[in-house]
């Protein structure tokens, strides 16, 4: 029998204080001219998402698509900043990166392989030879993909809304010309907000999807929780 080594789960305090925490308290508290100023406070700000970006891909050996459109997003928020571009390319940004991530969900659903599953459905956590093989036995093999289809398609929703929000965000909050203190400081309000207005909401619905494919499951299978969770795993 092989093994399989676990991956490692990102740490999630870690990203709240580097990708938005301390970024924010920079942009905001030291982007004036009497501290860091605006072009040395941004640059400080986004060394910390970049910094922490590239840590974990030496730590984990690995970039799956999603944090390589952060890394990007990262990037591209520092270039409109250094540049001084338009400020409406900054709300641009801020929703073509969740559209890009949900169009690609989307597309995973009709090429057969839904991105959901991948994420879901991890032999980990989930019994998958006994889920399958109940599945054959019933004849709801058909069904189960259906649901996972579906569910699919609530994940792609999720990413939806989070281009909207980070649309509206930006529209609202971020209206001073890109190279001021002003839009340094509210760039950090911005990236602070982003976590209770965007981030939370979509991990709540993230939670209700995983309700919704254990329940399908449990459903389709007629099987306890204890006997589709993997517990020797």
Known sequence: ??????????????????????????????????????????????????????????????????ALLGFVSTLLTGGIGLFELDVQWLAIKEAAIPSAIGLVVLISGFWGKPLIAKILLNPLVFNLELIYQT?????????????????????????VFSAAMNYLLAKWIVVSPAGTTEFNEQLGEMTLLSYPVIAIPSMIMLIAIMFYVVRSTMKLTDLKLDNILNSEK
Request: charged share 20%; no cysteine; net charge positive.
């Open 1 to 66: 029998m092989s093994t399989q080594t676990p991956t490692k789960r990102p740490n999630t305090f870690l990203e709240i204080i580097f990708n938005i925490a301390i970024p924010s308290v920079i942009l905001m508290k030291l982007s004036g001219d009497e501290y860091l100023g605006t072009v040395y406070a941004l640059i400080l700000a986004l060394l910390f998402p970049l910094g922490y970006g590239l840590y974990d891909f030496v730590k984990n050996k690995s970039m799956n698509f999603i």
């Open 135 to 159: 599945l054959e036995n019933k004849n709801k093999t058909d069904e189960f993909k259906a649901k996972i289809q579906r569910a699919n398609h609530f994940l792609s929703t999720t990413f």
